[in-house]
């Protein structure tokens, strides 16, 4: 078979997919807000703050932009027929990997205020001992190969995509399939090491064989959010008619329930684990956010990121109303922000200068931002391309599994 089926010769293609103009201008006004509230920080000589509420926005966005790559690849190797007509919104998702690895790269002037670990007087005999890993050098190294091979197969996975939409050969299907092999083991090995670079080294002393895949969880959950929340938005807005109705929303949603499961489940094992091993090169992680005024939302990043996305979920027509679904999803989104404020800020202490508890409204701004500079991208990815892949084979299967 060389040709999508001649089925689906029968299938129109929807209009172009406008995303609602309030929701740009919302995202161009917390554009300017996040970088209004960078610069007043940075003016006020709050330089380790400033530079903790970059990384949380540069790296919040830019898990959104790499999930769009993973999904998709997912899918192809899982045969997710069900997806097949929602798969120009992760698609979109992949544009943000080439701005939001550039700027991610800027953390890097503020590694001194970040970073214990950069500073060329420490005689501290861990950070000697780990210093042919924790050095700047390797550190641009490794990150940019790691955004370059990201950016390699998400333009390879997505430029066969809409090749297919123009020659309807399942060929490209089929290349995608040994792309998506490929990345998945590639995306693994470079993930695990940016979230060492840019997360986990905030804080040499402490280290956890969890925390790359922790970050994996919360890139599927929050990802899976973000999908689900744009098919909601399409179908409130009545555009993808015939292609996208409340039974993929019900299947994206299942897939948004079960990646809440999957968080908490990792989550715990984590703190499980410290608990139970009770070691203080471990312990040292929780204990810093007990103390100091973090308490508080260290014991609400659970509720907001599993119990209640948990429990509303569980009745199927919350899993199929389009404006619960929206809500839900972010919630998720929301919490993925709380959670990165508490991997970040409190780490930006050391020794006698701890870092206190406050409220994270500079980091909140700052994220707002960069999440409204990838949703400019994403809806000009989106609105660029043809928003259904007509041709692809499993398209009919598609739609008839959600009839």
Request: include cysteine.
């Amino acid at each position: 078979m060389s040709h999508a089926t001649d089925a689906l010769k029968d299938l129109k293609a929807p209009e172009a997919i406008q995303l609602p103009k309030s929701l740009k201008v919302v995202a161009a006004l917390a554009v300017v807000a996040g970088a209004g509230a960078l610069y007043w920080s940075y003016s006020q000589g709050h330089h380790a703050q400033t530079w903790g509420a970059y990384l949380i926005g540069a790296f919040y966005a830019l898990g959104l932009g790499l999930f769009g790559v993973l999904w998709v690849a997912m899918l192809y190797l899982s045969k997710g027929v069900w997806s097949v007509s929602m798969r120009r919104i992760p698609e979109a998702m992949t544009a943000w990997i080439l701005p939001g690895g550039g700027l991610i790269l800027l953390v890097g002037l503020g590694a001194h205020s970040l970073y214990h670990w950069t500073d060329p007087s420490t005689e501290d005999p861990l950070l000697l001992h780990k210093a042919p890993f924790l050095n700047m050098e390797l550190f641009y190294t490794l990150i940019v190969a790691s955004l370059v091979l990201w950016q390699i197969f998400a333009f390879a996975i997505v430029r066969n995509s809409r090749k297919q939409d123009k020659t309807g050969k399942i060929k490209h299907s089929r290349t995608n399939v040994a792309l998506s092999a490929a990345f998945v083991v590639v995306y693994a090995i470079t993930f695990s090491v940016v979230s060492f670079y840019l997360l986990m080294s905030l804080e040499p002393h402490w280290f956890s064989t969890m925390y790359a895949v922790l970050l994996f969880t919360d890139m599927m959950q929050t990802g899976t959010a973000f999908v689900a929340l744009i098919a909601a938005i399409l179908i409130m807005k009545g555009q993808l008619k015939g292609f996208l109705n409340e039974n993929h929303l019900h299947s994206v949603s299942k897939m948004m329930f079960a990646t809440t499961g999957f968080w908490a489940y990792i989550y715990f094992c984590q703190y499980m684990l410290i608990w139970y091993g009770n070691i203080p090169e471990e312990t040292a992680y929780f204990l810093t956010r007990y103390q100091n005024g973090w308490l508080g939302a260290l014991l609400a990043l659970p509720l907001l990121k599993f119990v209640i996305p948990f429990v509303l979920l569980v009745p199927r027509e919350n899993k199929r109303k389009p404006g619960r679904v929206a809500f839900l999803a972010v919630l998720i989104l929301v919490a993925q922000f709380l959670e990165l404020f508490l991997l970040v800020s409190p780490a930006l202490g050391h020794g006698d200068h701890a870092a206190h508890g406050h409220w994270p409204v500079v980091e909140g701004a700052v994220t707002a931002g960069f999440v409204g500079l990838f949703f400019l991208v994403f809806s000009w990815s989106l609105g660029r391309n043809s928003p259904v892949p007509l041709k692809d084979p499993r398209l009919r299967e598609c739609l008839n599994l959600h009839q």
